[in-house]
Every structure is written in structure tokens, then in C-alpha cells.
């Protein structure tokens, strides 16, 4: 039996334990391993502020991007010896716990195969130096990349030479209850966190939406008191944020500012969405066009004044969103669950 280990960079999310079980699920041996919880090194507050302190002395420039790992390499050499793996998935990035040069040896030491599930890349659009960093020292360590960015995988394949592959997110089947129209305790749901083009974008719609993320309340300066009235300041997961879905006539999704200026965003929402049998209301782009049907299987707008047509249009159609909703799920579970998502990543690897 082959054996993955999926080392976790963004484990408050539940993605890679998600993928983890997938594996399990078509006979991979499949170990998840949380970096956020890996043992730190030593007095690493205080070392990371003397190296800090250190290499800004060396940088005559100013100009480039450092930070120290928090991980401690004895853990993970560890847990790579315990398991054994054929293949060992980065979920995320590892540059944030520990050297990528590390881990190359590490993997080369115990002869698995390194590569990289992308799935955070895009939020250092705004961050040149840290991009920088990311492209130049940790992308060469893989042997593969897989991103749930068609923009980001062709440029990785196209600028810097790296055998990437759009590789969108999934979800698991969520066996909620659909209520009825009339039992819809919201109109419009958004999840997420706090952004200037989401303020923008759901100003034209606060009449309607129920917000639930964090970050918002930082916000409150820019947003109308409409707007304000709409926000749950807070993070919602799992049964909670299901329960939510379930209730709600319409989820939209908002792509944060970054992603949508490069033209890319399909995030985890969208699938969560229609795994729960829910009507999904997204901004365009590209990548999710190729994915699915617009007006058959999701529904998209291309600006605020759309959203606000559609918005009011579907709430007046009952029976036409729940069309839409009903064939989005069909669509999700023939393509898009967890475990068509791993069967794609082990083909990928050669495995």
C-alpha cells in the first residue's frame, strides 16, 4: 500500500484532514501531520527576533524578505522515520516551519517524493518580497505542484518553470437538510473574512445579506451602519457553518481583492456550498466557467449592480434557484468530492 504524509501548513482549516481521509478512502495509507501544532524550536521569540535584528543588518538593500522557522527539525524528522511515506504533500507552504532545504534533505534522506499542494499562494500576491521568497526558495524543492489556481499553476509552469497543475479544491458530502423556501432563515449568506472589495461588493446587496467571518469589525470605519447591522464578527465551521448553509436561500461567494484583480478564486466555499445541495451565487471568472455550467449548475454577476439584479431575481424564483441548486450538487458529487480530488493527486504523482 502506498503511504502519503500530508504535512499540514493551514491545518485552521479543515482541508487536509479532509484529503487525508480521502486517501484513506481509495486504499492510500494516509498520515496527517498539523505543522501549526509541531513542536517550535527552542527560545524561538527570542531568536527570531535576534536573526531578525541580524539580517536587516546584512541587507544593505532593504529589500529582502526573512523569516525563521518556527519548527523544531528534530519533530519532523521524526514523524517522516515513523511513517515511512512514498510521498510526502505539503498542504499550504513549509517555509513558515521549517527550512525548505530541510525538508528536500529530509525527503531525500528517507526517499520520498516532495510535493506541494498550493493552496495559499495567491494571498502573497500583495506581499513582492515574501511572493519572492516563496518562488525562489520553496517551489524548486518540489518534485510537483498542485494549485487550486489555474492563473497561479500556468504562471509557476509558464514563468518559472515548474511542473504545476490546476488542481481545484473539493468537499465532503454534507447530509444536511434542505429546508424549504419558506423555511429560509436568510436570504443571502456570505462567509468570509473582512476585505475592501467584499465591503464594496455586499454594500450593494445589505438589505439582504447576513455576514459571518472575522476580521470585519477592523472595517467598521469603511462600511455604511446597514452594512454594519448585517456582520456576526466570528469564525464559523464545520456544523455550525452547515447549519448555516442549509438556511440560507442563496450563498454567495465574494473573491477577497488580490485573487480577483489576477483574474483567479475558486475557494472552498463554492464546493462546500454545493455539497450541501445548496444555490451558489459567485463572481465570475474563467477557472470556474471551465468547472461548471453558469445558469445551469451556479450562478455568477461581473459587478455589484449584477449581483443586486440577480439577487432580487432569484429570491422572486424560487423554483428556478432551487433548479440551479439541484443540478450544482449533481455536478459536485460526479466531479468534485474529496475523493475524485485524491484519486487526481495520486494519478498526478505517479503513484
Given amino acids: 500500500m502506498q503511504k502519503f504524509?500530508?504535512?499540514?501548513?493551514?491545518?485552521?482549516?479543515?482541508?487536509?484532514e479532509d484529503l487525508a481521509r480521502a486517501l484513506t478512502s481509495i486504499d492510500i495509507q494516509a498520515t496527517h501531520y498539523n505543522l501549526l501544532q509541531m513542536p517550535k524550536v527552542p527560545l524561538y521569540t527570542v531568536r527570531s527576533a535576534l536573526a531578525k535584528l541580524v539580517n536587516r543588518a546584512r541587507d544593505k538593500s532593504g529589500d529582502t524578505f526573512f523569516y525563521l522557522p518556527k519548527g523544531n527539525r528534530t519533530a519532523l524528522a521524526q514523524i517522516i522515520r515513523e511513517t515511512k511515506p512514498d510521498v510526502i504533500l505539503v498542504i499550504g507552504f513549509i517555509y513558515k516551519f521549517i527550512e525548505p532545504a530541510v525538508l528536500r534533505a529530509l525527503a531525500e534522506e528517507h526517499q520520498a517524493e516532495l510535493y506541494l499542494y498550493d493552496t495559499d499562494s495567491c494571498n502573497l500576491y500583495t506581499k513582492?518580497?515574501?511572493?519572492?521568497?516563496?518562488?525562489?526558495?520553496?517551489?524548486?524543492?518540489?518534485?510537483?505542484?498542485?494549485?487550486?489556481?489555474?492563473?497561479?499553476a500556468d504562471f509557476f509552469r509558464h514563468s518559472?518553470?515548474?511542473?504545476?497543475?490546476?488542481?481545484?479544491?473539493?468537499?465532503?458530502?454534507?447530509?444536511?437538510p434542505r429546508l424549504s423556501d419558506d423555511e429560509g432563515q436568510h436570504d443571502v449568506l456570505f462567509v468570509g473574512s473582512g476585505d475592501l472589495r467584499r465591503i464594496f461588493v455586499l454594500e450593494s446587496i445589505h438589505k439582504h445579506v447576513t455576514i459571518f467571518g472575522n476580521r470585519w469589525s477592523r472595517n467598521f470605519s469603511l462600511m455604511s451602519k446597514a452594512l454594519i447591522g448585517r456582520v456576526n464578527d466570528r469564525s464559523v465551521w464545520g456544523g455550525e457553518l452547515y447549519a448555516l448553509l442549509t438556511r440560507s436561500k442563496i450563498i454567495l461567494n465574494v473573491t477577497r481583492g488580490p485573487?480577483?484583480?489576477a483574474g483567479t478564486g475558486i475557494n472552498l466555499r463554492i464546493f462546500e456550498a454545493l455539497?450541501?445541495?445548496c444555490f451558489l451565487l459567485?463572481?465570475?471568472?474563467?477557472?470556474?466557467?471551465?468547472?461548471?455550467?453558469?445558469?445551469?449548475?451556479?450562478?455568477?454577476?461581473?459587478?455589484?449592480?449584477?449581483?443586486?439584479e440577480k439577487v432580487a431575481y432569484y429570491l422572486e424564483h424560487p423554483e428556478q434557484r432551487m433548479?440551479?441548486?439541484?443540478?450544482?450538487?449533481?455536478?459536485?458529487l460526479?466531479?468534485?468530492t474529496w475523493a475524485h480530488r485524491a484519486r487526481e493527486i495520486v494519478t498526478l504523482t505517479g503513484r
Fill in 282 to 308: 459567485t463572481d465570475y471568472c474563467d477557472e470556474i466557467a471551465e468547472l461548471f455550467t453558469p445558469g445551469v449548475e451556479i450562478e455568477t454577476f461581473r459587478s455589484p449592480q449584477e449581483l443586486s
Fill in 128 to 152: 513582492r518580497r515574501e511572493f519572492i521568497f516563496f518562488l525562489e526558495q520553496e517551489l524548486p524543492i518540489y518534485r510537483k505542484i498542485f494549485s487550486c489556481s489555474k492563473v497561479t
Fill in 275 to 277: 455539497a450541501a445541495g
Fill in 334 to 336: 460526479k466531479r468534485y
Fill in 259 to 261: 485573487y480577483y484583480a
Fill in 160 to 176: 518559472r518553470n515548474q511542473d504545476a497543475y490546476f488542481v481545484p479544491f473539493g468537499a465532503d458530502f454534507i447530509a444536511a
Fill in 5 to 16: 504524509l500530508l504535512l499540514d501548513g493551514i491545518a485552521g482549516v479543515p482541508l487536509g
Fill in 323 to 332: 433548479l440551479i441548486a439541484k443540478n450544482g450538487h449533481a455536478a459536485f
